[in-house]
């Protein structure tokens, strides 16, 4: 069983910066599909970013291309997305997923992913 645990969020300025931090535990990055995922109030859960089992050809939803990045440290089992150029559109709950049927791209639809965090709310005013 995978757990995720998602933190990092808050409250800031549109221009500002968080990082939010997702924390698997029961297996390992390198055994899983990796995705960040958003919703807003009254709107879908959509694709955000993510990267495959093995660290490469990481992607990004046309919104958030050039301002946010995914990166994951191995060692503390962790993922990460920098979100950097906060917009008041980026405001939604922030969701880690994980799945472990491994491909070499990205999973991009939240059906493609097993696992789920709680959630982090980040909020960006205007």
């Known amino acids: 069983q995978v757990q995720l645990v998602e933190s990092g969020g808050g409250l800031v300025q549109a221009g500002g910066s968080l990082r939010l931090s997702c924390a698997a535990s029961g297996r390992t990055l390198r055994s899983l599909n990796m995705g960040w995922f958003r919703q807003a109030p009254g709107k879908e859960r959509e694709f955000v970013a993510g990267?495959?089992?093995?660290?490469?050809?990481?992607a990004y939803a046309d919104s958030v291309k050039g301002r946010f990045t995914v990166s994951e440290d191995s060692a503390r089992n962790t993922l990460y997305l920098q979100m950097n150029s906060l917009k008041p559109e980026d405001t939604a709950v922030y969701y880690c997923?994980?799945?472990?049927?491994?491909?070499?791209?990205?999973?991009?639809?939240?059906?493609?992913?097993?696992?789920w965090g709680q959630g982090t709310q980040v909020t960006v005013s205007s």
């Open positions: 997923a994980a799945d472990g049927a491994l491909t070499i791209w990205t999973k991009r639809s939240p059906s493609q992913y097993n696992y």
């Open positions: 990267m495959p089992w093995n660290g490469g050809s990481t």
